[in-house]
């Protein structure tokens, strides 16, 4: 009697082969994203230990300097009336006075310092300020009969950072040679800066010239405290950043330097040209200047690169798994994973190796690194040089797709919207043969 022999019926797993596999692929993607992550924090600490570095010498060396004034201060004396039964005080109030005409012209000398491996951007600025206080309208301001203490009068200049004057400031007043002391002692107009007493005539213009050395770093910005305000600068500096309240009126940048003009009225402020103790204004409101920027930030474009870690993880899978439908050999789980911390690992080369040279070459070793590793390790896998051809291809494709839009500012995102549509194209389309 014979007997038959029937093959046993595959289990769920061997049916459902190719859809269990894809599901392990994701869910190893997924599991990437946690060292992508900690690259990202990665990127991060070195971008706070160069603010860090940043910080401790420009401490030492001259912080964020806004000039602000100059300012005229008089002080006069007023009666406060009791308002119930209290005795009538006499204090000491200021009236305070803005130039009616001011030109402030600086001549920056931006260098650069370095603190370990980071790069630091400081300057040295010679400063004039020249202009005019017409005569002052000081009955406006205060109470008829007040007494006015014209031989107390002081010249007020903020400056933030004391540490950053390099001389003695000097003062011509209507001719006369004067040198600026330390402090402001006026209260709750300029919380740090210097003062020189003045010598007033009532009814008359006083005329002033200033010349001052001033260390910094970051960015340098002016007040516009004139009626009519002209601030000149230049600096041998080709990536100048202009911020503030104001652009320039005129600019001039080429692989030299630039040079830069602005005029500002008293119009385009929100403070008066004089007014008395009691009213405070925001003078930072509306400075204007240069920042002395490094141009390229290493670590902003990593930061931008590392946000498309799951696309180059996803599409580089996606490629090994059709190479691995197509050539019938089975890739381990782990080996997918192996593959995809090379992906992970390109970004720590990426921000490793900028620390010590340009951004651009940096992303040629780190993808030259990782695209060589991958398309090895797939040669070993698929034992085919073509196999190990389309891998880094593909992968060729995707860096430099990547390059393209770290360079690009105003069209980067329309740029990387049509290439991901173009990539996803490509993908349902090959998928389409692959798994037909």
Known sequence: METTQSNPEPGFFQRNQITVKGVVIFLLMLALLIPTFMVESLIYERESRKDEAFQEVSSKWGQYQ???????????EATIYPSEGDKVRKVIQYAYFLPDD?????DVAPEKRYRGIFEIVLYTSKIQLDGVFNPLQLQKLIPENAPVFWDKAVLLLGIPDLRGLKDQVGLTWNGQ?????????VPDLI???????VQMKQDAAHQFHIEMTLKGSDYL????VGKITQVKMKAPWKDPSFNG???PDDKNITSEGFEASWKVLNLNRN?????VGDQNYDFQESAFGVSFLLPVDNYQKSTRSVKYAILFIGLTFLTVFFIELGQKKRIHPFQYALIGLALVIFYTLLVSISEHTSFNLAYLIAGVMTVGLTSLFARSLFQSGKMAMVVGGTMTLLYGF???????????LLIGSLGLFAILAVVMYVSRRVLE
């Open 102 to 106: 001011l030109q402030i012209n600086s």
């Open 245 to 247: 309240a104001f652009l």
């Open 66 to 76: 806004t000039v602000k004034g100059p300012i005229l201060a008089i002080p006069y």
């Open 177 to 185: 040679q004067l040198v600026f002391e330390p402090g402001a002692p």
């Open 402 to 412: 990547l390059f393209v839009v770290l360079q690009l500012q105003d069209y980067a």
């Open 221 to 224: 910005y002016f007040t516009p």
């Open 271 to 275: 403070y008066p040209q004089q007014w």
């Open 191 to 197: 919380s740090s800066g210097i003062h020189v007493p």
